[in-house]
């Protein structure tokens, strides 16, 4: 249907573009409605794929999400670490290697052969 109205065309134009101008006319008054849906389908289609919620936007959404699970898993790592460290100092469940560990690293205590430079946490030195 398209190609016998462009081949109309053509051969009016040699003959007047008036006339073409005139069937193209007439032809969209009659058909708009095509016009209209064949442009609202266009639109709904690059919406579909480029816009806030297309196609593209999921890909990297769900990229995303990925890498957040995979950060999540990390922190509850840390999260279980830091727990486990916590339970392990408390007065009524105190580890003895872990706190001796504490103490020495804190310079708090130190074997008889060990010597203990204090020094500022800082790193200021004393004037």
Do not use: C
């Not at 398209?2 to 040699?14: C, N, Y």
């Not at 816009?51 to 593209?56: K, N, P, Q, S, T």
């Amino acid at each position: 249907m398209i190609s016998q109205i462009g081949e109309r065309l053509v051969e009016m134009a040699g003959a007047g573009g008036a006339l073409a101008m005139h069937m193209t006319k007439r032809w969209l008054r009659r058909h708009w409605h095509l016009l209209g849906a064949f442009l609202l389908l266009i639109y709904f289609a690059y919406h579909g794929i480029h816009g806030e919620r297309g196609a593209l936007a999921w890909v990297d959404k769900s990229r995303e999400l990925e890498a957040n699970k995979t950060e999540l898993a990390e922190l509850n790592g840390q999260i279980d670490d830091l727990q486990a460290k916590v339970t392990a100092l408390q007065p009524d469940r105190a580890d003895p290697d872990l706190l001796e560990e504490k103490l020495r690293e804190l310079g708090y205590i130190a074997r008889g052969e060990e010597i203990v430079v204090p020094s500022d946490a800082h790193g200021d030195q004393a004037r």
